[in-house]
């Protein structure tokens, strides 16, 4: 597994470049992650709510922060075998 798909979801969010927040959302292979962005983008467009889109913004970091976790763990376990 690679992290790009996460480190670009990072970066999208943080520069908020939603339309390519957008494509990546479209492109992955990480189902959780796609669903992640939709429903951040999904609240930011039509939520009148900030504490609701702020909790999908935290939700989607959180699930980036934990799969950059998990991608790096595996990196490890396979360059030292």
């Not at 991608?71 to 030292?80: F, R, V």
């Amino acid at each position: 597994m690679t992290n790009t798909d996460y480190d670009r979801a990072l970066y999208y969010t943080h520069r908020s470049e939603w339309d390519n927040l957008l494509i990546l959302m479209v492109r992955t292979q990480d189902n959780f992650l796609s669903k992640k962005i939709e429903q951040f983008l999904h609240a930011y467009n039509f939520e009148h709510d900030y504490s609701v889109i702020e909790k999908h913004l935290y939700s989607l970091l959180r699930y980036i922060d934990h799969a950059n976790d998990l991608a790096e763990d595996d990196w490890i376990h396979t360059t030292t075998m």
